[in-house]
């Protein structure tokens, strides 16, 4: 048997070392069996359409000044995170252990099963709905994704607007899905069918 030399896995437990960490306190246990394989992309920025500041990474902390913002009032008191967030130039933090349940996908279902926080990885993107993505994020996700991939058995990578298509529209129109399917092709992942023309 050949050994193939694998480079060192850039994770820590559930921590990827690539990223900044920053530890949010909203997460809790995966059910026992919890079969991760599926990656959710989402699209965030506080207040909306305004990049570059920390406000999210403030949101993810429970640290956010609900009084700073009119927008923040209207998501006074919200306890969410994500595993990861990925700045407008590519920048990645990750704010919850990939082994513990993060808390962004909220009711939804997907490929057969509901509550998607349970099994699933969550990413956001800084972002509007409706707008493009930088170049640097899409570099940035495509790599978390293969890292990703090498810990958990990666099946599926689809957006919020798919596992709760009733309730959310991020990361929305301006997500371009075929840079990821061209990315993963072969790979055997599977997106969400393609929008009709
Ligand atoms: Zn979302």
């Known amino acids: 048997m050949v050994r193939r030399s694998r480079p060192a896995a850039p994770w820590r437990g559930g921590w990827y070392l690539p990223a900044r960490p920053m530890h949010s306190p909203n997460h809790g246990e995966r059910p026992a069996g919890a079969v991760v394989d599926l ?24 640290r956010l000044d609900w009084d700073a913002h009119p927008y923040f009032r209207q998501i006074r008191g919200l306890e969410v995170s994500a595993h ?30 509901d509550a998607c926080n349970d099994d699933s990885i ?3 993107l800084e972002g509007l709905e409706g ?11 495509t790599g978390l994704c293969t890292a990703l991939s090498g810990r958990y058995p990666i099946r599926y990578i689809a957006g919020h607007e798919h596992i709760a298509p009733y309730r959310k529209n ?12 061209s990315a993963f092709a072969g790979s055997g992942i599977v997106f969400p069918p393609a929008a009709q023309p």
């Open 131 to 141: 707008q493009e993505f930088e170049e640097a994020q899409y570099r940035a996700l």
């Open 170 to 181: 991020d990361p929305g129109p301006g997500f371009e899905w075929r840079r990821m399917r």
């Open 39 to 62: 990656i959710v992309v989402h699209s965030i920025s506080l207040p909306p359409g305004e990049y570059g500041g920390t406000a999210v990474h403030q949101l993810f902390t429970n």
């Open 84 to 113: 990861f967030f990925i700045a407008r130039g590519g920048q990645l933090w990750q704010f919850v252990d990939t082994d513990r349940r993060a808390w962004h996908a909220g009711r939804s279902h997907y490929r057969g099963r």
């Open 122 to 124: 969550g990413v956001e």
